[in-house]
């Protein structure tokens, strides 16, 4: 029996899928990499009995990088990014082994059904499946063919069963479209990056980012929220004046009249004109004119519209928002949600849409009330070729109905209701009055008009228009403020007013929206893929080079802004070079600076930095740092220049002592490693010896934590090993009234993993973690003289006893 395996792009979606086609009859197990479930069932493909596999991936496969040395920042000279350095194709997630999970699944299968999402991303996912399980598939014979790709927009029994009825071909084209673009943000991103985040960090001190970023989507969108700002800076008010009267009419409410001429700039024309309405107490009415007022129904909603109301209506953020609808549409509520068609088909079936409905508690009445009198169909919009408009496939989401009953935000407000009146009917004049008021400047740009902005300058793509404008927020470029209004920080303007002085075309939106019509060129199969690419990377080198030997402009603008770093920060702990303290600036990211050396070193990010009783580094004489997550984290010592200077060959950078491989140094890994970690494979359980008297071990790599020896005098870590196990034995000096040792014995020196004594007194745990960033992290320091390494230690007694926390922490190594 042929095998045909089919793979959707994430672990919901393939459940969803097998249950419709296999009618609920599938078998399901769990993949090697434990992310991704298996179900397998019998059916028909083709005209032929088959067994079915339905998997999935968990979004991209790969993802573009540069290799080796083109990572570092300090080895390689930006500009070479954009030409000269290689790049590759990694795994976006290597902790999945996607690409040795999908090989497993897809050895000895004949044919593979991509249920990848159809857009241009998810043609791109299509290829790289392709390319990690084709070379184990069966090959097919002659012409047959063996790839076919599924076409859907909604997880309904009918569209997922009409789908494989009709299987077409991966697009290629639209693939390499997301090649293109993924290889000029990268190379223009990273090359733009680097150059300003290393240039401004070494010069100011409290710019509040850890990444000066530079993105050819994000700085455009970026520079939309400054000119916003810009304007409302420059804005001068202007004076004007407004004659407000007021009539009433027998015992009537009074009404408040509207000026036909609106306003005057001149205050003496408006006081001339109240003096005239003065005249008299009696206002005659001319004429009466009626009007209705009405609305167009909305055209039918594409993902910028929803991203928009999101904002606007509910308050909630583009990335929020896409990230409920991807929820909403693995769940089978609506229809795909990145789509930019505004247009329903001809032949959609808006009634049946319409039915879904009809018992929803909110709207069943007017569902069911469209259903007899007959609907409309929606306005005519854009059908862009790709999915239908968002919809609702259940009940328990918003719909596109009759529409204001359902939407009433959409409504038309209403206005003060007037009394009934004819020509020459009288009223008494209550008040004439002049009022002063002046004109306001525009509003900081909401969400809502910075997406309709991005949308009429093609910066980004439905997908990733909610990405660029989170990304402006991480980088500290914007703030969100009430009303989903993005206000922009100090340094958010001084960039873009830096690009302006240097190159406008870097913030305007002109230059990447031709770079959009080229890549949607390569989409359609009307464009070279290189030739666009090596165009636009000649175009973006020259102006990089012309960027670096221009940065005096963005300078100055800096220094009117931020502080220079020498001048920023708290004395700290002393500088190993010329014994002066160093300042330690907290602003993102931390780092320590040395004044008069005029050197600046860096740290782990996310934590805090304290001083380390005043010890040094026997390398070079820089007082040590304890870095610390917080009281329920892990904290280890470092030397700062060690930190960025490794000192050993088989140190990298971001490494602390508790990975330093110095034979003899009393803080290193070598003096106070324990033994291997009980989870991670690389780890090195290491002896934190400011812990007290709360004392603990903690992994040197992961977030695992051991608990041990509670309000003891002392602890140390013996230069003796475990025979059994290998690992470094530890001294333990008890307070005489808290000892758990018998006969009144204070010391005692053992294994944490197999003394008996000691076994009660471990406790397992995972240190609370703020992901401290460790600058180019790889290779593993592991505790040297055979301990901490080799076999991995085992345990002693019953591990299924709750009470035995030695045995429990042991059964993690067996």
């Known amino acids: 029996m042929r095998t045909v395996l089919m793979v959707a792009e994430k672990p919901s979606l393939a459940q969803s899928i097998a249950k419709i086609l296999s009618k609920g009859s599938c078998s399901s197990r769990k993949g090697l990499n434990g992310a991704c479930s298996v179900h397998e069932y019998t059916g028909s493909f083709l005209g032929q009995t088959v067994r079915f596999k339905m998997t999935s991936v968990c979004g991209h496969v790969m993802s573009l990088d540069f290799i080796g040395k083109y990572n570092s920042w300090d080895k390689v000279d930006p500009a070479e990014l954009f030409s000269k350095a290689p790049t590759e194709k990694k795994e976006a997630n290597p902790k999945l082994s996607m690409v040795k999970f999908l090989q497993v699944e897809a050895r000895g299968c004949d044919c593979v059904v991509l249920w990848l999402d159809c857009d241009k991303e998810g043609e791109n996912i299509c290829f790289e499946v392709l390319d990690a399980i084709q070379p184990v598939m069966n090959k097919p014979q002659g012409n047959e063919r063996n790839v076919y790709r599924a076409k859907f927009s909604s997880i309904t029994d009918t569209d997922i069963c009409k789908a494989m009825e009709h299987l077409g071909e991966p697009n290629r084209n639209e693939a390499l479209s997301v090649d293109a673009r993924q290889e000029l943000d990268l190379r223009i991103g990273c090359a733009f990056t680097r150059f300003q985040t290393k240039y401004f960090q070494g010069k100011y001190g409290n710019l509040d980012s850890s990444l000066i970023s530079f993105g050819p989507c994000q700085t455009p969108t970026l520079g939309f929220c400054v000119e916003r700002h810009d304007k409302i800076q420059s804005f001068k008010p202007e004076m004007y004046w407004v004659i407000q009267a007021k009539v009433f009419r027998g015992k009537e409410t009074p009404i408040t009249l509207d000026w036909d001429r609106v306003r005057v700039f001149d205050r003496e024309i408006g006081q001339m004109f109240v003096n005239m309405a003065k005249t008299t107490r009696d206002a005659l009415v001319e004429s009466v004119s009626k009007k209705e007022k009405a609305k167009q129904r909305p055209l039918a909603l594409n993902t910028v519209e929803m991203l928009r109301v999101a904002s606007s209506a509910l308050g909630m953020g583009p990335q929020h928002a896409m990230q409920i609808a991807e929820r909403l549409y693995t769940q089978g509520y609506i229809s795909y949600p990145r789509t930019e068609t505004t247009h329903y088909p001809e032949n959609f079936d808006l009634k049946g849409t319409l039915r879904q409905q009809a018992n929803n508690c909110y709207w069943a009445e007017t569902v069911k009330a469209l259903l007899a009198e007959g609907l409309n169909r929606p306005r005519k919009g854009v059908d862009a070729g790709d999915h239908p408009p968002i919809t609702p496939m259940r009940s328990a989401s918003e719909s596109e109905l009759g529409f204001t009953e359902v939407m009433p935000w959409q409504g038309i407000p209403l206005e003060e209701a007037l009394p009934a009146c004819e020509r020459g009917d009288a009223f008494t004049v209550e008040e004439v009055k002049l009022l002063e008021k002046q004109t306001s400047p525009p509003d900081y740009l909401t969400e809502a008009e910075l997406i ?357 922490l042991a059964a993690y190594f067996v």
């Not at 593993?780 to 055979?786: I, L, T």
Request: proline content about 6%; some cysteine.
């Open 452 to 808: 309709t902005l991005m949308e009429k300058h093609g910066i980004g793509t439905d997908a990733s228009i909610p990405v660029h404008i989170n990304n402006i927020c991480q980088r500290n470029y914007v703030t969100v403020e009430s009303g989903r209004k993005l206000q922009p920080t100090n340094l958010g303007i001084v960039l873009v007013h830096g690009y302006y002085k240097i190159d406008v075309e870097l913030v305007l939106p002109t230059i990447r929206s031709a770079v959009e019509k080229q890549l949607n060129l390569i989409s359609l199969g009307k464009a070279n893929f290189h030739q666009v690419l090596q165009h636009t990377l000649d175009i973006f080198k020259r102006k990089f080079h012309y960027f670096v030997d221009s940065i005096a402009s963005m300078d100055e603008l800096m220094e009117v802004s931020f502080s220079p770093i020498a001048a920023t920060g708290k004395h700290h702990s002393r500088c190993g070079k010329c014994h002066r303290f160093l300042k330690y600036i907290q602003a993102k990211p931390s780092r320590l600076h040395c004044s008069h050396c005029d050197e600046t070193y860096s740290l782990p990010q996310n934590g805090a930095i304290k001083l380390y009783k005043e010890l040094r580094c026997p390398l070079d004489e820089f007082e040590l740092v304890l870095w610390t997550s917080g009281p329920r984290g892990k904290s280890y010592p470092l030397c700062p220049y060690c930190y960025s200077n490794p000192p050993f060959r088989d140190m990298k950078k971001g490494m602390g002592c508790n990975e330093c491989t110095h034979p003899s140094c009393p803080h290193s890994l070598n003096s106070l490693g324990i033994g291997q970690c009980v989870e991670c494979e690389t780890g090195v359980l290491v002896f934190d010896p400011s812990s007290g008297p709360k004392w603990r071990m903690a992994c040197n790599r992961c977030n695992v934590a051991v608990h041990f020896f509670e309000h003891a005098h002392k602890v140390q870590v013996s230069q003796d090993s475990c025979e059994s196990c290998d690992a470094s034995l530890v001294m333990v000096d008890f307070h005489k009234a808290h000892s758990p040792l018998l006969d009144g014995e204070t010391q005692h020196t053992g294994c944490v993993f197999c003394d008996a004594v000691f076994q009660d007194l471990v406790e397992l745990k995972h240190a609370t973690m703020r992901h401290p960033m460790h600058t180019n992290r790889g290779g593993g320091a592991r505790r040297g003289r055979g301990r901490g390494r080799g076999r991995r230690p085992g345990g002693r007694g019953n591990p299924k006893k709750p009470k035995d926390k030695m045995a429990a």
